[in-house]
């Protein structure tokens, strides 16, 4: 790969950018520096800019505690997005959010440029299971717990997997429940249609798990942290 996309697609700077520090001589690759942007970098050179080695990482996984009132995309023109809460340098090219949370609904996801890995873990037949939180209007019971354990029609005729609900609390003064959901689906606003179905409200959605993934508890709202090696194996093994 030439030097410049590969200082480029580490985020080094833009491609412009990235010729002005090969002028300027202070890009080398095993300690020569580099004379043209187009000089090659094979497997295993090293590559420094100045003294900082510049390793190639071809994808990232970051996972994110989304905050309220964001959206689940990669771009929109009048809303903030979840790529717009990374730090610059971790934008890399076709950073994208795996699914999508409503843009009230909080909690882990995770953005990759892994699209081969997005896929898959997408995919129906995968039945990945995702954990959510949540706060609901009105008195949860244990008919609802069935009706969700058997598996759903709603009325638009939508077909729903068994469901696992945990009621959490009860706040018979107030008429609100704290539950919490596993869906191995990710059907549009599925929980809050499933309640829908109920005659009940979902007033807050925090999804807690998805997979073997956890998100952890000291990552406030809005953080992110890039996977350890060891999560990305377990993850590509939900595959
Ligand atoms: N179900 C919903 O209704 N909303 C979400 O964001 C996720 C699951």
Do not use: C
Not at 152 to 166: E, H, Q, S, V, W
Request: no cysteine.
């Amino acid at each position: 790969m030439r030097i410049d996309k590969y200082l480029a697609n580490m985020n080094v700077g833009s491609r412009k950018q990235v010729h002005e520090l090969i002028k300027q001589g202070i890009v080398t690759i095993n300690e020569n520096v580099v004379k043209t942007p187009k000089e090659k970098v094979k497997e295993n050179d090293v590559v420094k800019v100045g003294e900082e080695e510049i390793k190639y990482q071809q994808y990232h996984y970051f996972l994110l505690n989304k905050p309220k009132g964001v959206l689940s995309a990669t771009e929109d023109l009048h809303q903030k997005t979840v790529i717009d809460l990374l730090d610059p340098k971790d934008r890399y090219k076709d950073m994208a959010p795996v699914g999508r949370l409503d843009k009230d609904t909080t909690g882990l996801l995770l953005l990759t440029n892994d699209g081969q890995l997005n896929h898959e873990l997408l995919a129906p037949s995968k039945h990945v299971d995702k954990v959510y939180q949540a706060k609901i209007a009105g008195i949860v019971s244990e008919e609802t717990v069935r009706n969700f354990a058997e598996g759903m029609t709603l009325k638009d005729g939508t077909t729903l997997k068994p469901a696992k609900l945990k009621i959490l609390d009860t706040d018979e003064e107030n008429g609100t429940s704290k539950i919490e959901i596993t869906i191995k689906e990710g059907k549009y606003h599925q929980i809050k249609r499933m309640f829908g179905a109920e005659g009940m409200k979902v007033l807050e959605l925090d999804r807690i798990s998805m997979g073997r993934l956890s998100l952890p508890e000291d990552l406030a709202q809005g953080k992110y942290s890039e996977l350890s090696v060891n999560q990305i194996k377990n993850l590509k093994e939900e595959k």
